[in-house]
């Protein structure tokens, strides 16, 4: 008679912990749905999250939160507002997520299976084509390196 141990997943969670202020948490709860407390008082609930969550990461400033779905699906909980946002859905399960701030905008940056990296600039519209204008160009710079060397 084989025994099978069945082991229940542990939700996730992420933290901003300060000495003189209170600390920001955010957690999966074990009926999908994300919460978020300041010291001991819980501030903000999301709705139903349908799907498994596989990342949950908190904004630098604690305003987002940002969870993969099922391991493809990345979205952003806006804390103050409710509102929550597709931000980008792909073929191929997410490797690496992270949200980071890098002067007052929020950047996630995503790898998945075959190494293709996106980056999503949140704030700014103008900025995004800046980056994008700047990653192509690096682009064309190493392959036009690459000529010269051959």
Not at 32 to 55: D, Q, R, V, W, Y
Not at 75 to 95: C, F, N, R, S, W
Request: glycine share 2%; aromatic share 10%.
């Amino acid at each position: 008679m084989k025994i099978f141990l069945l082991l229940t997943r542990k939700c996730l969670f992420d933290a901003i912990v300060s000495c003189d202020e209170m600390d920001i948490v955010i957690k999966e709860s074990p009926s999908k749905i994300i919460t978020m407390s300041c010291g001991e008082k819980m501030i903000k609930e999301s709705a139903l999250i349908k799907g498994e969550i596989s990342n949950l990461q908190l904004s630098a400033d604690g305003n987002k939160a940002l969870y993969v779905i099922d391991n493809k699906i990345i979205e952003l909980l806006d804390i103050t507002t409710g509102i929550i946002t597709k931000v980008l859905q792909v073929d191929k399960p997410i490797q690496f997520v992270k949200i980071i701030n890098l002067l007052n905008r929020d950047i996630i940056l995503c790898r998945w299976e075959d190494n293709n990296l996106k980056v999503c600039i949140l704030n700014s519209f103008l900025s995004c084509i800046l980056l994008f204008s700047f990653l192509f160009a690096y682009k064309c710079m190493f392959f036009y390196s690459l000529f010269i060397i051959l």
